[in-house]
């Protein structure tokens, strides 16, 4: 089989290709991630260098954690950097539906394509089954993985197992020996033994696609020409390789980017380092800037220039110049270079103008207003009484949390342990995240003013302010987050022992 070289790609390559077409391709399942739109960023980029098209597929398939909200989380956060798309769920595309869930029957006739070839087989091993293969594997330190239990099961058999009505999901069948070779347009050539790669389940019991599947094929009929995303789904590739072998499908150019570290060069999560679009919106970032710097993630401009657009990206890009160490995404170097847009880009009056969109918008001021007029002599009394809501809480210190019933490690337990719960809520409002906290409170057996100490000191960086409920809803969980983990951070964090021994008396609380 023959594999395009991505490592090998020039101008009169591209020229002589059909059209470039890119796709970022979001799962609706949480925040909308600024590692989504690092990604993203890097596959409009290349598309528009090439005069070609940037597509955004929403991957829905998982249809416990998938939803709407967070659908229009991800469009809402990704328009608002800039990073606007060509075709997708809310654009005409002659490709569509782009979102997975409308493509059910797409997927249903391309998996009994693979049935009738032998490609792939259905599986009718139990959760036990399963469980009991891994257990025996890992006491022999044999390989991970399914044991093709099912594989060569009769026709007459499988039939008789479904006319049972008996659940079984269908897996592909993979080499048991060699190596699957392919091209990686930073890496070269990257080989993997199939012995390292698992009969991945392609269609779930209730007759969903798992993303390796639905991804291959929404890729091909979409006609993407470059795969660009994260290095790792580098161990993947082997079985989506094989996928559009057994296809018989060209597959498309692979480029597996550098992951965003934090500044331990631990990989970018929510629990070290804020990572939500929402977050940096709602904490009054310029877009500009935030784009920019995920520019700097992995690749640099000609003479290592640090300021520059979009336009300016596209017109110096080259993809062969990405660095594969990984990217360190440091707040701070952040925070610099949006004080630069902000002081060279802006006007007093645009400065001004954005300022008070951002710090005094109508959704905001309406929730502000009724906390305010019951609590004030004078309008001077206002700024010291709600000023966190308009920028960071005053400095604290170890010694704020100072509390004649809470104990500094009960207080990081409660932190630790509401954010969990907050995290839980989809649709924040004032009355779910008053619930959720008093529920938990109730059953650490605390009183409401005893435990909601913790959160007034990290919200509002005072022991007493207006109701730190109210201050919740109005920040959101973003903001809210990020405080109450520098206040972690403060009390001197939780040790892996410790939160291993909190997240277990979490589960138990929770069931």
Known sequence: MKYNTGNRINSKDVDNMSQVRTRIAPSPTGDPHVGTAYIALFNKCFARQNKGKFILRIEDTDQDRSNKKSERDILNALAWMGLDWDEGPDRDGAFGPYRQSERGEIYSSHIDLLIERKKAFHCFCTRERLAEVRERQLKNKEPIGYDGHCLNLSEEEISKNLEQGLQSVIRMVVPDEGECRFEDGLRGEVRINWAQIDMQVLVKSDGLPTYHFANVVDDHLMNISHVIRGEEWINSTPKHVLLYEYFGWEPPMFFHMPLLRNPDKSKLSKRKNPTSIHYFRDAGYQPQSILNYLGM?????????????????????????????????????????????????????????????????????????????????????????????????????????????????????????????????????????????????????????????????????????????????????????????ESMAVLGGLSKKNEKALTKKYRAMSE
């Open 297 to 485: 993630m992995g690749w640099s401009m000609p003479g290592s220039r640090e300021k520059f657009s979009f336009e300016e990206m596209v017109s110096e890009f080259n993809i062969r110049r990405v660095s594969l160490g990984g990217p360190v995404f440091d707040i701070e170097k952040l925070d610099w270079l949006n004080g630069r847009y902000l002081r060279e880009d802006l006007s007093d009056h645009e400065f001004w103008e954005q300022f008070t969109d951002w710090s005094f918008s109508q959704n905001r001021i309406e929730k502000i207003v009724p906390l305010l007029r019951d609590r004030v002599e004078k309008f001077s009394d206002v700024i010291p009484l709600v000023g966190f809501l308009f920028g960071d809480p005053p400095s604290i210190s170890r010694e704020s949390f100072n509390h004649s019933f809470l104990s500094a490690t009960e207080c990081l337990e409660i932190l630790q342990l509401s954010i969990w719960e907050l995290e839980k809520i989809e649709d924040w409002q004032r009355g779910l995240v008053e619930n959720s906290l008093m529920s938990l409170a109730k059953k650490l057996n605390l009183k409401p003013k005893e435990f909601l100490f913790p959160l007034f000191v990290s919200i509002t960086g005072k022991p007493i302010s207006i109701s730190v409920i109210e201050a919740l809803a109005i920040l959101g969980l973003d903001l809210c987050r990020a405080r109450i983990r």
